[in-house]
């Protein structure tokens, strides 16, 4: 996690499935496990990093089981691998399991639902550069929007392990109670306590919910949330360190934020990603140069995902 750490080799792999757990209406964890080599290289995983799925070959659900917004675009062919991170990573006895959060969406994600264990499925990773801790931190804030949970909970589990004298507090946000990617809230004296959710509470990690219709936690923006916290802590700036994930538009105020307050900050930005190597180029993403008013172009894929917050161009 440190800067200069090393990086796992990527290559192609196969993992067997043994675990696809519905979360939600249409969350879903899904439990992988690698031997061999590929227990090698996966489990030298960076919390930002992702893998690329293959996806062509998983059978869809039966007709019941399909959404009816999915319906008519579910019998597309997914031609595509399909990239996702990782929400937390363990080695042990010469194997390494990973999991991944997903949610269903398209024709590709809805094929995963029909995974049980047993199954095998090809996988391109790691790929991408993850989350790092800068020197002298002592507090950090892991600032989740919808499905930007997943790395943030693999964030939290290297964070409490291996750097035990940073504070770690997360803030999770969506649009509803029901738009939250979380197996379950803890009952009402863990929340009060501020554990409020069992994915960053089983790392000791304290969690504020926010929901822009006050379904639960805070009512409004996760930002905003974050935002009053920072309002009533006096903690010091650069002692600080805030890590995100989620849509675009969020992160883009997370920048400011960062900047109004002079506290550094890393965002793990997302992009349609063809190949997840830098071939395709499908994935750029527009970056400040040292020169005033120019910009140059870094791939999502190789670059990315995670990127310092002030070096993005943001265009909201």
Known sequence: MSENCSK????????????NKRI?????RLGLEFSGAG????????????LQLELSGAALP?????????????????????????????????????????????????????FSAGDSVSVIG??????????GKKTALLVSGGMGA??????????????PDIDVIAFAGAKTKEGLPFKRQLDKIAQQLEFSLPEFARYGVKSLVATDDGSAGFAGLVTDCLSEWLGKC????????????????????????AKEQNID?????????ACGIGICQSCAVECKTDGPGESIYKMCCTDGPVFDSAEVVFSF
């Open 24 to 28: 939600g209406e249409r969350f879903y």
């Open 234 to 257: 006096d903690l010091a700036s650069e002692n600080m360190v805030i890590y995100s994930c989620g849509p675009e538009v969020m992160l883009a105020r997370m920048a400011e934020i």
């Open 126 to 135: 790691p790929l991408g550069n993850g989350f790092w801790v800068p020197e």
């Open 150 to 163: 997943g790395p943030l909970q693999h964030l939290a589990k290297i964070l409490t392990n291996d750097f």
């Open 265 to 273: 900050c890393q965002v793990s930005m997302e992009r349609r990603m």
């Open 8 to 19: 796992a080799k990527r290559g192609q792999y196969w993992a067997t499935v043994c675990a």
């Open 62 to 114: 039966s007709a019941e089981d399909i959404p009816e917004d999915l319906k008519d675009a579910a019998e597309r062919k997914v031609l595509l691998r399909r990239p996702f991170s990782f929400a937390d990573v363990t080695a042990k006895d010469n194997k390494t399991s990973a999991e991944i959060l997903y949610c269903v969406v398209g024709p590709a994600s809805l094929r995963m639902t029909t």
């Open 39 to 50: 227990a090698e290289a996966f489990s030298k995983v960076q919390a930002g990093q992702f």
